[in-house]
């Protein structure tokens, strides 16, 4: 099966925070699950560098939109890099950058043919635009607070009157109506949904898709003076990097996506803008779009001005890659908003990886090696089904269709806890003491084989670490995907082991020097 999944493609206005490596960890667990699972997979991030947020930024700084844009989109990429995202080799990864011609072109072929089907017209705009959101608001929707009228979601709003392209939204109502009925897992979760129906059950108005007072965007094809409206550029986004509107190979495998993936501050966009663009471009509509929480930092809103944004870079250097992707996708129901506390990641860390998965690693293989001479033990499937009872490969899909990253993991560390449940009530050393070796080895062997399911599992949320304990159970590289979960693979006995070494390491907070005599 072919499978494409995208992140939102980020504003260049900022660097990387942990809020964007969270939405690009979650798709690269989910683009790593399905390539193990056999699929083909396509994977598309990239930044999103049009628009007055960006020119406004670069102004600020003194430097030109170009510039920030390449610096900052820079950065995303070294995020990607550095939480190992898109880096399998199996996956067909690809960056896209709303600056590129190829972009320019597609995007500008997506208005054309949304203007012969004549869903565009041009008129005025007159009324309220957040810059911070990029967004139109009513009158209607905004608050009024000490500092004047603000939007929703807090960010300050201008006045704006200007001539203006509009796309003819409210033509859609009925249309997407129909379609969320007929497609219930289009929006997940089901609160977002909800949200979406009364939102569009509203009714929809014509949606300004140009702007004429400032020039930092794409040009209108056939008329310059105005620039596509910054979201219309961006959300094409997801099918310039498959070749729109050639007819290429990626547009034939890859579209419709299979899952566009974004927070619940985008979710209008993706889920009424957007399939109303394409259902007028006579284009399918993506599977699915999901809209996962926000997080909080210390219990407290992420912002610039507070200045507490945690960079990933930072994580990673405190607390190593695999134990930060985990720690985003273990701590909170994927789509419930969260709070990022040190002392909760901590908490993780040494619980379930050091004192759980880690030291069931640890023991078995150190025993391994110094009691079966560094050997696979001898002992067969049969043994091995009692290291961990009732592995459910069909829950973990579901739990990983549905999005369900925590209990993905839960799952798996439940089965790790089974595992040193078993190794303390078997007590292999015991045996040893006893000269009980022959059930020693079988003993061995059953805990040898669970961690060997364990790491297969893992791999989504860890592909490091996992790949390491596969590497210490001599496990090839060729028999490492979800079809190797069965006993068919299970570990030959006489295979030789790699000197064993610890995977997790335990998280001791660096004691401060206060420094004195
Ligand atoms: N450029 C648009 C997306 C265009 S997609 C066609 C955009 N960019 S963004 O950089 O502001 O945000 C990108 C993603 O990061 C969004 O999905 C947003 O929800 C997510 N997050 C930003 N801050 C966040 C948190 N504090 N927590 C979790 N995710 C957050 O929107």
């Not at 979760?189 to 009364?198: D, H, M, Q, T, V």
């Not at 569009?200 to 140009?210: A, E, P, T």
């Amino acid at each position: 099966m072919n499978y494409f999944i995208t992140t939102p493609i980020y504003y260049v206005n900022d660097r990387p925070h942990i809020g964007h490596a969270y939405t690009s960890v979650a798709c690269d667990v989910l683009a790593r699950f399905h390539r193990l699972m056999g699929d083909n997979v396509k994977f598309l991030t990239g930044t999103d560098e049009h628009g007055q947020k960006v020119e406004k930024s670069a102004a600020a700084l003194g430097v030109t939109p170009k510039a920030l844009a390449d610096a900052n989109s820079q950065h995303f990429k070294e995020m990607a890099a550095l939480m190992n995202i898109g880096t399998d080799p199996h996956i067909n990864f690809d960056f896209i950058r709303t600056t590129e011609p190829r972009h320019v072109q597609s995007a500008q072929a997506l208005w054309k043919k949304m203007a012969d089907k004549g869903f565009i017209t041009l008129g005025s705009y007159a009324g309220w635009y957040a810059v911070r959101d990029e967004a139109y608001y009513q009158e209607g929707e905004l608050i009024d607070t000490p500092n004047g009228k603000r939007a929703p979601t807090g960010a300050e709003v201008e006045w704006v009157e200007e001539p203006s392209y509009f796309f003819k939204l409210s033509e859609f109502g009925d249309k997407l109506l129909a379609y969320y009925e007929q497609n219930p897992d289009f929006i997940a979760p089901e609160s977002r949904r909800n949200e979406i129906i009364s939102f569009v059950k509203g009714g929809l108005r014509d949606l300004s898709i140009s702007r004429t007072t400032f020039s930092w965007g794409i040009p209108v094809p056939g008329d310059e003076k105005h620039i596509m409206y910054v979201w219309l550029d961006a959300l094409a986004n997801y099918l310039s990097a498959l070749g729109y509107p050639e007819n290429t190979p990626d547009m034939a495998a890859f579209w419709p996506a299979n899952l566009h993936m974004v927070g619940k501050d985008i979710i209008r966009f993706h889920a009424v803008y957007w399939p109303a663009f394409l259902m007028a471009a006579d284009l399918p509509l993506p599977r699915r779009v999901f809209a996962h929480g926000w997080w909080t930092i210390e219990g407290e809103k992420m912002s610039k001005s507070l200045g507490n944004a945690v960079a990933p870079g930072e994580l990673v250097q405190d607390f190593g890659l695999d134990q930060t992707r985990y720690f985003l996708m273990r701590e909170v129901p994927f789509g419930n908003d969260g709070n990022f506390s040190r002392e909760g990641m901590i908490n993780r860390i040494n619980s379930e990886l050091a004192n759980n998965i880690g030291n069931l690693a640890q023991r078995t293989l150190s025993m391994i090696q110094k009691n079966c001479g560094g050997r696979i033990p001898n002992g067969t499937v049969a043994d091995a089904e009692v290291g961990i009872t009732g592995v459910d490969k069909d829950k973990l899909i579901q739990n990983m269709d549905k999005c369900a990253f925590d209990k993905y993991a839960g799952d798996i560390v439940k089965y790790a806890s089974q595992a040193n449940e078993y190794i303390d009530k078997k007590a292999p050393w015991a045996l040893k003491k006893q000269g009980e070796l022959e059930e020693m080895g079988k003993v061995l062997y059953a805990l040898a084989e669970s961690i060997r399911k364990i790491a297969i599992m893992i791999q989504p949320i860890m592909p490091h670490s996992s790949s390491k304990v596969l590497d210490l159970l001599a496990v090839p590289e060729n028999q490492r995907s979800f079809a190797h979960l069965s006993a068919e693979f299970a570990l030959l006995p006489g295979v030789v082991l790699p000197p064993p070494e610890p995977v997790f390491p335990r998280f001791v907070e660096k004691s401060v020097d206060l420094g004195g005599a």
